[in-house]
């Protein structure tokens, strides 16, 4: 399983959400001074009523919970957008 579909399977698991969307905008980034060829740049657009009834800050955090251990090793940045 490829690191794009745990991702999937994490959020699906704890947010069930309507519809989850991963796009990997890391050639966006590798001009960058800090670009590591080994770290993601991922925008997730994500459908889900749970999250869009939390504050942002709040809503974005249960993300970052859940994808702790891939932000620390496998992800630099993260884009979140709630619909």
């Known amino acids: 399983m490829n690191l ?3 991702i999937k399977e994490k ?3 704890r947010i069930h959400p309507e519809d ?4 990997d905008n890391s050639h966006l ?5 800090s670009f ?3 770290k993601f740049h991922i925008k997730i657009i994500i459908k ?3 999250l869009r009834n939390m504050n942002k800050i709040k809503a974005h ?3 970052f919970s859940i994808l702790k251990n891939e932000m620390n090793s496998k992800i630099h940045a993260l884009e979140i957008e709630i619909n």
Not at 20 to 23: H, R
């Open 11 to 13: 959020i699906n698991k």
């Open 20 to 23: 989850i969307v991963l796009i």
């Open 29 to 33: 980034h590798n001009k960058h001074k």
């Open 4 to 6: 794009f579909d745990q």
């Open 61 to 63: 955090k249960e993300i």
């Open 48 to 50: 889900s009523s749970k």
């Open 36 to 38: 590591d060829p080994n």
